[in-house]
């Protein structure tokens, strides 16, 4: 079965000071590795597909990066509306019963 | 961009009641959606997904004579939580999607069982 595991699960960071958030996952064949971000009481954003090693994707200061094990979400310079759970999910299953596998996410505090 | 509509925002019930939530895709059609169950600082919890026309396919461990799900037409789905009582409380999460396309989410609903 499709597995996500996020690290760090919470993070504290100083306007402007830039690091990266990761998503590990293993599944039996790649069909989609999605990043959304979900602010308290409200439903996920939807943010990146990533579907290929080698893949990046650039949203002002956030940009997603895949690898064949691993994606990651770097942020820089974020300022304090960055803060929020970012929540990285596969894509599981065949097509026409497909399920996104989500992991615990990351809450990310940025500090003015 | 995409947009899902779910509504309402929060309820709150007395326990025996029977709560519907409506989500409804505004800008495409969503020939399907999915339902979620969210508790405080987890993740989301797949509850069913539902086909346009289809009957619901739920996940395991989740009551189907509980948790009816409707999706009568392509931009909109229905769950109604039959005779709720407070162990059903909890954050409602839809999200639909067109083929080959992500997934996009509501707003949540809030359910509070008195």
């Known amino acids: 079965e499709d597995q996500v595991t996020q690290s760090p699960e919470a993070l504290r960071l100083q306007e402007g000071e830039s690091s990266s958030l990761n998503c590990s996952y293993t599944v039996s064949g790649l069909r989609g590795l999605f990043w959304y971000r979900q602010d308290p009481g409200k439903g996920p954003e939807f943010l990146f597909t990533?579907?290929?090693a080698g893949e990046e994707k650039e949203k002002e200061r956030l940009k997603a990066t895949l690898t064949k094990k691993e994606s990651f979400l770097h942020i820089t310079a974020p300022k304090p509306e960055d803060s929020a759970t970012y929540l990285c999910?596969?894509?599981?299953?065949?097509?026409?019963?497909?399920?996104?596998?989500f992991g615990q996410g990351t809450r990310l505090t940025i500090n003015p | 961009g995409a947009v899902v509509s779910q509504h309402p925002s929060w309820v709150i019930c007395k326990s025996g009641t029977s709560v519907k939530i409506e989500c409804r895709s505004l800008d495409f059609q969503a020939t399907t959606m999915f339902w979620y169950r969210q508790f405080p600082k987890q993740s989301l919890m797949l509850m069913a997904t539902?086909?346009?026309?289809?009957?619901?396919?739920?996940e395991q461990g989740v009551e189907k004579d509980k948790f009816l799900i409707n999706h009568a037409s392509l931009t909109l789905s229905t769950l109604t939580v039959t005779s709720a009582h407070p162990e059903d409380s909890s954050f409602y999460i839809c999200?639909?999607?067109?083929?080959?396309?992500?997934?996009?989410f509501g707003d949540g609903t809030r359910l509070s069982i008195l």
């Open positions: 539902s086909n346009e026309g289809s009957k619901a396919t739920y």
């Open positions: 999200s639909a999607r067109e083929p080959s396309q992500p997934q996009h």
């Open positions: 990533l579907y290929s």
């Open positions: 999910a596969v894509l599981d299953g065949i097509q026409g019963a497909q399920k996104l596998v």
